[in-house]
């Protein structure tokens, strides 16, 4: 076999050359229209081209929009402290409350706040424990709180319940739920969402309804609707009547939460609601979770380990100055988690409960513009910043244009 090969003439090598190169050329050429540019487009916006304009910070421009913020802040934060200011509470903390004598006795002020908004008394605070037992024989405890209204408070009146320490906003916590299941769905336990794991089946491969943490740990104490008891009616007591409907969120009651299309066989109870159904789910008592709003509330989730629940609401009749009984159900175990747990009655304002943190922030920050402008003033007036004038610029152009 001949591995040597002659070299041709000369001119058989330049055309062969030039087929190469055109091979190439076309070659090059069509994988240029095969390949994606990674050029971003040419416009103004991708290349960057727009219109800029930055402020100069002169003495002249800061100084007054200091003032001018402090003069729009320092009336929104005194607006809204005395908007909340007016806000109506009475609170109580009954964690403790166990610990109280079968006879009224007074609550330490510790456990007690208050605001009553033009008036000078001070309300009083009793406390009492009863003893019974609930269909297992367990004991169950019934805490009686009494306190006075020292003047008329107009409705809308609400009633909250307040956890501490209870850190609903874990994120196993928040994701522990099947959105699909709460919303009427059958959902079968194998297919129910990972995230309700450990509660998502039982042992006998039945599906928990509703599954998770968070319907599991649903708050379960009770609260009576308040009793005026020194009323000049001839019963002994006039009741404050509160209701329970429309204190959820409208999108939950008819989107979030529908009636299940689950039979009774198909589920069971979560493990800790198994006093309230002792026997199980029947036809006649699976909860139908589009109508229970106290659990609607409490599966909407709160993002701080303090946080109050509505429980119930009287939106148009005046609680009367007087003595005042209000019955709780001690259910709820607060110890285990080391929190609180409180009742607490009160009115409402556009910016919600009493809480004067926004206003005290806004006024905060009207302070600090106020202080930063006199102080920008002063210090522009007795000692000013000299070189930054413009008759430092040297001739040219630009100090033409000044």
């Not at 003032?67 to 009954?94: E, K, R, S, W």
Request: include cysteine.
């Amino acid at each position: 076999m001949n591995f040597l090969r002659r070299r041709g003439s000369g001119s058989d090598s330049d055309a062969e050359d030039e087929d190469n190169q055109d091979q190439f050329a076309s070659s090059t050429t069509n994988r240029k229209k095969h390949a994606k540019s990674r050029k971003p487009p040419n416009t103004a916006f991708r290349q960057q081209r727009l219109k800029a304009w930055q402020p100069i910070l002169t003495p002249k421009s800061v100084i007054p929009f200091l003032f001018v913020l402090a003069v729009i802040f320092a009336p929104l934060g005194i607006a809204i402290l005395h908007t909340v200011y007016n806000v109506q509470l009475v609170q109580v903390d009954y964690s403790h409350c166990s610990s109280a004598t079968t006879s009224l006795t007074s609550i330490p002020s510790k456990y007690t706040k208050y605001h009553f908004h033009g008036s000078s008394k001070n309300p009083e605070f009793k406390w009492s424990v009863s003893n019974g037992t609930d269909s297992f024989g367990d004991v169950q405890q019934t805490c009686t709180i009494e306190f006075t209204i020292p003047k008329d408070i107009k409705g809308p009146i609400y009633l909250y319940y307040k956890l501490t320490n209870f850190f609903q906003n874990h994120r196993k916590y928040v994701q522990s739920f099947d959105a699909y299941q709460i919303k009427g769905d059958a959902v079968s336990a194998g297919s129910l969402s990972s995230d309700c794991k450990p509660l998502r089946e039982n042992s006998d491969g039945k599906a928990y309804y509703p599954c998770g943490l968070i319907a599991n740990s649903f708050f379960n104490d009770t609260f009576s609707s308040p009793k005026l008891l020194n009323a000049q009616s001839s019963e002994d007591y006039e009741l404050f009547n509160m209701t329970s409907t429309g204190i959820s969120w409208k999108s939950d009651r008819t989107n979030k939460f529908r009636k299940t299309k689950y039979d009774a066989d198909e589920i069971v109870p979560p493990p800790n609601w198994y006093k309230m159904y002792p026997d199980g789910y029947n036809s006649s008592n699976i909860p139908d979770l589009s109508e229970w709003e106290h659990l609607q509330n409490w599966m909407r989730t709160a993002g701080l380990p303090s946080f109050y629940k509505l429980y119930s609401k009287n939106l148009d009749d005046t609680l009367q100055s007087g003595t005042y009984e209000i019955e709780v159900v001690m259910n709820y175990p607060t110890s285990i988690f080391g929190g609180t747990k409180s009742i607490l009655l009160t009115t409402n304002s556009i910016f919600g409960g009493r809480n004067l943190s926004l206003g005290v922030i806004y006024l905060i920050v009207a302070i600090v513009c106020l202080v930063l402008g006199v102080a920008f003033l002063l210090q522009h007036l007795i000692k000013p910043r000299r070189i930054g004038d413009h008759n430092y610029l040297q001739n040219g152009p630009i100090r033409d244009a000044l």
